[in-house]
């Protein structure tokens, strides 16, 4: 079939003279439906008037100016006028270029237009209108979620619901009860729950007739996690009766994403953003979001860069760190735990609700560093066969937003190069900045110098000057690339070789060397056993048991103390890193130690207050000389008879014998001490001032006699 171009996505072109490839392609059947053609200057358009060109709904318009987007993205501009059109399209664009919104303003303007005739929108319910299909749980969540704050304004006439796949029954009772218009699930989810009606004439027993449009979301991991069978089945469900919208979205375009073409959609159009190409249109050098970086170490010492980079602050902001197994995630965040840098673990084996319940603790900003694996590795098991404990439906490296993440550091280099390409995905998106950090092994047992390769192979190079340019790290920019003899406006591979020397790590070996010995396999086995008793403690359908077994419940909430008390002895000994230890070499580059939680909140108070005015101490006064100095008597300077007198007295007084109080002498009440701790005693009527309490002269005594005390 031959493919034409769509004049619509094409970019306006530069004043040079020299001819540029299009950053959009697209490829269309051999009648394409019209186009306006746009004008070859094309001045930069926001979304308020990209909506009214679109003819958008009201309520979409105003709930995308309250999401604060300010200019839409390149694979926005060339997909959302073809797919409001009602074709189908397929859509090849790279993570963080803005995707989600080319089938969420699509299928909302849809459901609400089918809605607008009705007299009461509340009561026009006519079965589920959109299904969107995605790969993971939690891609489902986070996709029901950006609906959701796409109808902010129109929520009483669409009502989205995600299936979370535990039971086809609960999935198919949720959708008629919610009477929902979109629905989001996993296609295993959507395929059961439709198999398991409750009810004749069910919401998704109908799908064929009333679905008005499908999406599949990250195409190609869809198909990777084996899900053929039951997207085959839901395609034949929904066009059966009628021929519904399809849209396909996914990073890379491969035999198996084409094959799926031919079966979900009839003459769409292929929308392809180019590789160097910007997210918002221009050139991905002049752009400069994302930084690519690597740093060679040796075997074992990973955790000692890591330590490194953390504690002094090359890395600020919020991230997230990758690693290839489950058992190294754990004993990174152990590792992490013992120097007080607080981390969020996500991975695989933890329950559903306890990975959304981290994704949402970690967007909310409650924590800064994630420690995280991705689809790949859980992928890559013994005999092709993932472990039974791990949830075959995870992936987070893939897809999901973490919202506002600065940098991303892969302790352990990916396995793939497409798996690399979606752990630093996670930064830079949307056209923020974002700094990529890889920690590869040269030499020993592990050596990553092949994987090293075939990742610099499959990612474009970048400009030096670019590469400097971009990033969100300030210290780790302002680190050399290891590339002495090229100039600014050379090219390099990505990832680019950072300057960092080895050597400066010195300094800290002994401490990294001394807390890694606490991190022990009883230490990680509890750490993994800990997650899951969580899970179990909050679970609805324990809670009966619970109570009918206090036994099991005492099991559950024991605290294994032991296992934690040399964790807080070394975590009080090294939280502080002295400023002498930093290395001159990155104290150049601006890197400092992070001050402590405590210490930040005592600075913080105290500077609260002198904003205030208030110049009060808290410090005692009333055992200060200074401060408690009477001058009264030296009102009038007496002559010089009564000046000798005094000094005879004064002698005579000296050559006395020293007195001896027994307890019953009255001048024993009237010296009294200024100890602070003596002093709060008798603000307290603690100890000796304790009325009906022993007096305080029972501390002289010893044995039944008193020993006297002389004054």
Same mark, same amino acid.
């Given at each position: 079939?031959?493919?034409?171009?769509?004049?619509?996505?094409?970019?306006?072109?530069?004043?040079?003279?020299?001819?540029?490839?299009?950053?959009?392609?697209?490829?269309?059947?051999?009648?394409?439906?019209?186009?306006?053609?746009?004008?070859?200057?094309?001045?930069?358009?926001?979304?308020?008037?990209?909506?009214?060109?679109?003819?958008?709904?009201?309520?979409?318009?105003?709930?995308?100016?309250?999401?604060?987007?300010?200019?839409?993205?390149?694979?926005?501009?060339?997909?959302?006028?073809?797919?409001?059109?009602?074709?189908?399209?397929?859509?090849?664009?790279?993570?963080?270029?803005?995707?989600?919104?080319?089938?969420?303003?699509?299928?909302?303007?849809?459901?609400?237009?089918?809605?607008?005739?009705?007299?009461?929108?509340?009561?026009?319910?006519?079965?589920?209108?959109?299904?969107?299909?995605?790969?993971?749980?939690?891609?489902?969540?986070?996709?029901?979620?950006?609906?959701?704050?796409?109808?902010?304004?129109?929520?009483?006439?669409?009502?989205?619901?995600?299936?979370?796949?535990?039971?086809?029954?609960?999935?198919?009772?949720?959708?008629?009860?919610?009477?929902?218009?979109?629905?989001?699930?996993?296609?295993?989810?959507?395929?059961?729950?439709?198999?398991?009606?409750?009810?004749?004439?069910?919401?998704?027993?109908?799908?064929?007739?009333?679905?008005?449009?499908?999406?599949?979301?990250?195409?190609?991991?869809?198909?990777?996690?084996?899900?053929?069978?039951?997207?085959?089945?839901?395609?034949?469900?929904?066009?059966?009766?009628?021929?519904?919208?399809?849209?396909?979205?996914?990073?890379?375009?491969?035999?198996?994403?084409?094959?799926?073409?031919?079966?979900?959609?009839?003459?769409?159009?292929?929308?392809?953003?180019?590789?160097?190409?910007?997210?918002?249109?221009?050139?991905?050098?002049?752009?400069?979001?994302?930084?690519?970086?690597?740093?060679?170490?040796?075997?074992?010492?990973?955790?000692?860069?890591?330590?490194?980079?953390?504690?002094?602050?090359?890395?600020?902001?919020?991230?997230?760190?990758?690693?290839?197994?489950?058992?190294?995630?754990?004993?990174?965040?152990?590792?992490?735990?013992?120097?007080?840098?607080?981390?969020?673990?996500?991975?695989?084996?933890?329950?559903?609700?306890?990975?959304?319940?981290?994704?949402?603790?970690?967007?909310?900003?409650?924590?800064?560093?994630?420690?995280?694996?991705?689809?790949?590795?859980?992928?890559?098991?013994?005999?092709?066969?993932?472990?039974?404990?791990?949830?075959?439906?995870?992936?987070?490296?893939?897809?999901?937003?973490?919202?506002?993440?600065?940098?991303?550091?892969?302790?352990?280099?990916?396995?793939?190069?497409?798996?690399?390409?979606?752990?630093?995905?996670?930064?830079?998106?949307?056209?923020?900045?974002?700094?990529?950090?890889?920690?590869?092994?040269?030499?020993?047992?592990?050596?990553?110098?092949?994987?090293?390769?075939?990742?610099?192979?499959?990612?474009?190079?970048?400009?030096?000057?670019?590469?400097?340019?971009?990033?969100?790290?300030?210290?780790?920019?302002?680190?050399?690339?290891?590339?002495?003899?090229?100039?600014?406006?050379?090219?390099?591979?990505? =990832?680019?070789? *950072? !300057?960092?020397?080895? %050597? /400066?790590?010195?300094?800290?070996?002994? $401490?990294?060397?001394?807390?890694? &010995? @606490?991190?022990?396999?009883?230490?990680?086995?509890?750490?993994?056993?800990?997650?899951?008793?969580?899970?179990?403690?909050?679970?609805?359908?324990?809670?009966?048991?619970?109570?009918?077994?206090?036994?099991?419940?005492?099991?559950?909430?024991?605290?294994?103390?032991?296992?934690?008390?040399?964790?807080?002895?070394?975590?009080?000994?090294?939280?502080?890193?002295?400023?002498?230890?930093? =290395?001159?070499? *990155? !104290?150049?580059?601006? %890197? /400092?130690?992070?001050?402590?939680?405590? $210490?930040?909140?005592?600075?913080? &108070? @105290?500077?609260?207050?002198?904003?205030?005015?208030?110049?009060?101490?808290?410090?005692?006064?009333?055992?200060?000389?200074?401060?408690?100095?009477?001058?009264?008597?030296?009102?009038?300077?007496?002559?010089?008879?009564?000046?000798?007198?005094?000094?005879?007295?004064?002698?005579?007084?000296?050559?006395?014998?020293?007195?001896?109080?027994?307890?019953?002498?009255?001048?024993?009440?009237?010296?009294?001490?200024? !100890?602070?701790?003596? %002093?709060?005693?008798?603000?307290?009527?603690?100890?000796?001032?304790?009325?009906?309490?022993?007096?305080?002269?029972?501390?002289?005594?010893?044995?039944?006699?008193?020993?006297?005390?002389?004054?």
């Amino acid at each position: 079939m031959d493919h034409g171009e769509l004049p619509h996505g094409e970019l306006p072109p530069k004043k040079k003279k020299k001819t540029k490839r299009k950053a959009v392609a697209f490829e269309e059947p051999a009648a394409p439906a019209p186009a306006p053609a746009e004008p070859e200057e094309e001045e930069e358009i926001g979304w308020g008037a990209f909506c009214d060109s679109l003819e958008l709904d009201r309520r979409l318009a105003r709930a995308v100016a309250q999401l604060g987007w300010t200019r839409p993205s390149l694979v926005q501009k060339a997909t959302l006028p073809v797919a409001l059109s009602g074709r189908d399209c397929l859509v090849r664009a790279r993570t963080g270029s803005g995707k989600t919104a080319c089938y969420a303003l699509p299928i909302l303007q849809k459901v609400l237009r089918d809605k607008a005739s009705a007299s009461d929108a509340r009561k026009a319910y006519n079965g589920v209108r959109a299904l969107v299909l995605l790969p993971t749980r939690e891609l489902v969540a986070q996709a029901r979620r950006q609906l959701l704050e796409l109808a902010a304004y129109c929520r009483e006439s669409v009502t989205v619901v995600a299936l979370r796949g535990d039971s086809a029954r609960d999935d198919a009772l949720s959708v008629s009860e919610s009477r929902g218009d979109i629905v989001c699930a996993t296609p295993a989810a959507a395929r059961e729950a439709s198999e398991a009606l409750l009810e004749a004439k069910h919401p998704l027993e109908e799908l064929g007739s009333t679905c008005a449009s499908y999406v599949i979301d990250e195409a190609d991991l869809v198909l990777g996690f084996g899900y053929d069978e039951d997207v085959s089945a839901l395609i034949d469900r929904l066009q059966s009766h009628n021929k519904p919208q399809g849209i396909l979205l996914s990073a890379t375009l491969g035999a198996d994403v084409r094959g799926l073409k031919k079966l979900a959609l009839r003459k769409a159009a292929t929308i392809t953003l180019d590789e160097a190409a910007g997210v918002f249109g221009g050139s991905r050098d002049d752009e400069a979001q994302l930084a690519q970086y690597y740093v060679a170490v040796q075997d074992g010492d990973k955790d000692l860069v890591t330590y490194v980079m953390l504690k002094l602050g090359l890395l600020s902001g919020r991230g997230v760190l990758f690693v290839n197994s489950v058992d190294r995630c754990y004993r990174l965040k152990l590792f992490l735990d013992l120097f007080s840098i607080r981390t969020l673990v996500l991975n695989a084996e933890l329950p559903l609700a306890s990975r959304l319940h981290a994704i949402e603790a970690y967007n909310r900003g409650y924590y800064d560093l994630l420690v995280a694996t991705d689809a790949s590795v859980e992928a890559v098991a013994a005999d092709d066969e993932a472990p039974k404990s791990a949830d075959e439906t995870f992936g987070v490296a893939r897809g999901i937003d973490f919202r506002d993440v600065k940098w991303v550091l892969n302790v352990d280099l990916p396995e793939t190069p497409m798996s690399y390409t979606h752990r630093v995905g996670r930064t830079a998106r949307a056209g923020a900045r974002g700094t990529a950090l890889s920690l590869v092994s040269i030499g020993g047992r592990k050596d990553d110098s092949e994987r090293l390769t075939n990742i610099q192979k499959a990612q474009p190079p970048r400009k030096i000057a670019a590469l400097r340019a971009g990033g969100a790290c300030d210290v780790v920019a302002a680190l050399d690339i290891g590339e002495d003899d090229a100039g600014a406006g050379a090219h390099v591979p990505q =990832p680019a070789r *950072l !300057a960092f020397d080895a %050597a /400066a790590c010195e300094p800290f070996r002994y $401490r990294v060397a001394d807390v890694s &010995r @606490g991190v022990t396999h009883a230490a990680v086995r509890e750490a993994r056993a800990a997650e899951l008793r969580r899970e179990m403690l909050n679970s609805e359908a324990l809670k009966d048991h619970f109570e009918a077994n206090p036994g099991d419940l005492a099991v559950l909430t024991h605290d294994r103390a032991e296992l934690h008390v040399r964790r807080d002895l070394v975590a009080a000994q090294v939280r502080h890193v002295p400023s002498y230890l930093v =290395p001159p070499s *990155l !104290a150049a580059a601006g %890197a /400092a130690p992070k001050a402590s939680f405590k $210490r930040k909140k005592r600075s913080d &108070r @105290g500077g609260a207050k002198r904003r205030r005015g208030d110049t009060s101490s808290t410090r005692r006064k009333d055992n200060d000389p200074l401060q408690t100095f009477d001058s009264g008597g030296l009102d009038s300077t007496p002559k010089s008879g009564e000046l000798f007198e005094e000094e005879e007295e004064e002698e005579e007084a000296v050559q006395e014998p020293p007195r001896v109080f027994d307890e019953r002498s009255p001048e024993l009440s009237q010296n009294q001490s200024t !100890a602070g701790r003596v %002093a709060w005693k008798k603000a307290h009527k603690k100890g000796g001032f304790k009325p009906g309490g022993p007096k305080r002269l029972k501390k002289f005594s010893k044995g039944d006699g008193f020993r006297k005390k002389k004054f």
